[in-house]
């Protein structure tokens, strides 16, 4: 018998009849012969409210606090979607992060998970319980102290328990039917992909698809889980996240999309540098300074110096929400470096063209810029990886520069098959 | 320096100004140059909602599930006590029951503390936090399960807590200003007493004061630990509960009072058995059916039989709550006994005087019933203790019996002091 891991977030566990939907699928995959094992999150927005209610007492609570509190969310739900399996004559246990043996370590708050140690988990099941296990959450290993895995942490707590569990497979349940080639809210002709390689989805997570967290993608190609991204809300098959983009194709096979899909983030702001002279170690006080104040960088870019006054400007984006911690900190930095001024724009937006085949096509990038200046898209600043090409855009062009890429390289469907149920859960 | 244990309840802690206010009572403690544990409740109804889910999901929820459930009500507000704390420049940290050593039996849903191992508590005061509890929970001893100890349990994690670490006192902030000699809602010339015995406030709790939860008071005696009961809401000094009716008086003290106050109960129902034969093991065969189904009896009065029918009635009072499953229980016995019917009646209320100087003073008996006679109410059962007597009546006249014995005890204050705030906590 095979072990089948779900993931159900917050829009799927809104209220006692979400609930009560989500026990019946569980059940289902019980009854179909699998044991299960079940990761939630807290129900719709209760983490949000218990934010809300860290705010009103403390501006600035302890996070080992704050991650006490927020646990309580999936405590709830966990005993809640127990309950409702009960009700429907199954059996069902539920345990918490740290009941389940997930090992973190000591960063509350933003935790990372070192080791499972399922023995309860599978003593549960060995007694032909259904296992509820709250997402999110774990307990360190130095200081045994309950600690969170930040927003999305229950994608990695499914994975993770995948992993431990040697599990056939792990479905995150979704309000999304699987991963599409662009977000169908955007570009309502965007086809939902049957399969997609753990470096294409990593890519894609990166660029801004929220269906599934970076983390748990990484973990899963780590340890090589399918994971299966499909909706709760329908009985459609989703998309599987599996294989590598070095496979050999399988004999018989079509050759491979050369795109997998487009992706798009309206989260990050762009600080410039302006005026930093060009001279050996100035960039690496600059990201040294930032990388101190625990600030995240994604795109860097620096221009050649003008010759005339040996000054250069780098500019780089970062999440919006660390902005103002970035701009104070390099403010601090400016007598010692002496740059000349510091910009900041929050009104950007990055689209990201995402596929294993750009590798051995030339000529995307040519292909991609024009769609964007046929559209009367102005390209900021451009990054590239291995299968991924990024620009950052004006925040008002994101949605056009999504759907003329889209097009322009052949991916809108027929005819509209994406469904979008709700919010999104964590 | 002295360890001091406080309880804030569910009514003290109802939204973030209210905890922000315990926050601020709990540092002057610390201030004062006490080390300082506190024990919480979860916050104002959340209990009730918890519990109110969990019925949408599931009419018989597991009691494990439950206790899962309802133990996320604490979890939040120890969080938000420690964040609060915090906030004011203090140092606290928080702890589950489990966290803090609270050891139980296995009976979900109404576990006993069967030992506290503080040792994370000891060295979190050590590093010199202020250490915020979970009450109302625990782990089991042989299961690892999260229990929890039922209604009122936070008081005996406090109390138990105290007794583990030695404290110097456990003081239970409520919404009254501490024990009343009646309920001052109903009396309104109620007098606080400034101490009463361990014994006495037994009965009173057992009588229906919801002031304290009796296994709390139990706990306390056992362990000899002082509960100072008082308000969340003011500065006064509440009610002292310490010592034994049987302590000597302390030299030049004044003899104790005879009447520790007038207590009452509208929660019990009474069931009369009409019709038993009067044999050998009938009145056995009753109650051990309705213990097995688990129900507490509270007073039981059988008749002598009349001599024509060599027939008796049994009546028996029990909580309301337990009434459809006791009269489901006796029903099924009918046949096997062969007592002809079963009486249902939900309308009572007990009174009970409790005092012990009653143990040397003669006549209370007579004075109670005449008090009673002479306000009109009609006594229906009587049941004594070696310090209180109890008597049922009807449930319209209890405020009447109540008034009445307490004037008739000289109990009445010049003038009015009892000042009631909220509801009551668990």
Do not use: W
């Amino acid at each position: 018998m095979g072990i089948v891991v779900q993931k159900y977030g917050g829009s799927s566990l809104s209220d006692a009849d979400a609930i009560k939907r989500v026990a019946r699928r569980i059940v289902d995959a019980k009854k179909a012969g699998n044991d299960v094992v079940v990761a939630v999150s807290a129900m719709g927005d209760s983490t949000d409210e218990l934010l809300d209610l860290a705010a009103q007492v403390s501006p600035l609570p302890p996070a080992r606090e704050l991650d006490m509190l927020l646990t309580a969310g999936e405590r709830i739900s966990m005993a809640l979607v127990a309950m409702a399996i009960s009700d429907l004559g199954f059996t069902a246990q539920s345990f918490t992060g740290s009941q389940a043996g997930v090992i973190t370590d000591d960063v509350h708050g933003k935790a990372k998970i070192l080791d499972v140690t399922p023995g309860r988990i599978r003593s549960a099941i060995d007694e032909g319980h259904i296992v509820i296990v709250a997402g999110f959450q774990g307990v360190s290993q130095q200081t045994k102290e309950i600690t969170t895995l930040g927003r999305g942490g229950t994608d990695t707590t499914a994975v993770a328990l995948a992993a431990a569990l040697d599990a056939d497979v792990c479905e995150i349940y979704t309000d999304v039917d699987g991963v599409f080639t662009a977000d169908p809210r955007i570009v309502p002709a965007a086809r939902k992909l049957a399969t997609v390689t753990y470096e294409e989805m990593l890519e894609l997570a990166a660029s801004g698809a929220k269906v599934l967290h970076l983390r748990s993608v990484e973990y899963a190609r780590r340890h090589n889980i399918p994971i299966h991204v499909r909706s709760s809300f329908s009985t459609l098959e989703g998309t599987i996240v599996t294989g590598s983009i070095n496979d050999p194709a399988p004999e018989g096979s079509m050759e491979a999309p050369i795109i997998a899909g487009v992706a798009h983030d309206r989260s990050e702001a762009k600080i410039t540098v302006v005026g930093v002279p060009d001279k050996v170690g100035e960039a690496a006080a600059i990201f040294n300074a930032l990388a101190e104040a625990q600030i995240n960088i994604d795109m860097i870019v620096q221009n050649v110096s003008a010759a005339a006054t040996n000054l250069t400007d780098i500019s780089f984006t970062l999440p919006t929400s660390d902005g103002q911690t970035a701009m104070t900190t390099l403010d601090e930095l400016k007598a010692r470096v002496g740059f000349e001024s510091l910009l900041y724009d929050e009104s950007i937006g990055k689209i990201s063209l995402i596929g294993a085949g750009m590798r051995s096509h030339p000529g995307i990038s040519a292909k991609f810029f024009t769609a964007l200046a046929e559209a009367g898209v102005n390209i900021g600043m451009i990054s590239t990886s291995e299968i991924r090409i990024s620009v950052i855009v004006d925040q008002d062009d994101v949605d056009r520069a999504v759907q003329a890429c889209h097009t322009a390289f052949d991916l809108d469907a027929d005819e509209v098959e994406a469904v979008v149920y709700g919010g999104s859960g964590r």
